[in-house]
Nanobody
Framework: QLQLVESGGGLVQPGGSLRLSCAAS????????IGWFRQAPGKEREGVAS???????NYADFVKGRFTISRDNVRWRVFLQMNNLKPEDTATYYC?????????WGQGTEVTVSS
């Protein structure tokens, strides 16, 4: 059974850092691109970053230079290192995989950036 489980969210002050983790199971992680998305209250879900099976990365303009996506195909995890966090980064963060044409999502992990 395919499963994605996010962790690592929490409350952090502006300028702080968090490292999110997405644990994958039920499929070959190294075969698929994984994306991080976020959804703030009252807003639509938006893409944050993605990484292909070979390690190519892509970032939304609003996180370039602050966030880094990486993957560990041995431990079946994808990470999102978030530095210099801003209040507007407050959201629930989700990881995503498109497996056999269908999107799969984790349950999300909440990130709150506030002083």
């Amino acid at each position: 059974q395919l499963q994605l489980v996010e962790s690592g969210g929490g409350l952090v002050q502006p300028g702080g850092s968090l490292r999110l983790s997405c644990a994958a199971s039920g499929f070959r992680l190294d075969y698929y691109a994984i994306g991080w998305f976020r959804q703030a209250p009252g807003k639509e879900r938006e893409g944050v970053a993605s990484i292909t099976g070979s390690g190519s990365t892509n970032y939304a303009d609003f996180v370039k230079g602050r966030f880094t996506i990486s993957r560990d195909n041995v431990r079946w995890r994808v990470f999102l290192q978030m530095n210099n966090l801003k209040p507007e980064d407050t959201a629930t963060y989700y990881c995503n995989v498109r497996y056999r044409g269908l999107p799969y999502w984790g349950q999300g992990t909440e990130v709150t950036v506030s002083s």
